[in-house]
């Protein structure tokens, strides 16, 4: 068993905004991978990301290789 674990993210400096992207991999076998993903938005007001604040989200995922 294996896990990984990405955080991909960006941040506005002019406009205070920020959005992260964190996900989880784990390979329960060799031909199995699950996954936990989500996008979460926020900043000041007048941002960018914080007109998308309410679309944040997160998914699961099961891949298996044939």
């Not at 959005?19 to 989500?38: E, M, Q, T």
């Amino acid at each position: 068993e294996e896990f990984k674990l990405r955080l991909a993210g960006n941040y506005l400096v002019e406009a205070r905004g920020w959005a992260a992207a964190p996900a989880l991999f784990w390979y329960p076998s060799d031909n199995l991978v699950i996954s936990l993903k989500g996008q979460i938005f926020g900043g000041e007001k007048d941002s960018l990301f914080k007109a998308w604040e309410d679309n944040s989200n997160i998914s699961l995922g099961i891949k298996m290789i044939f």
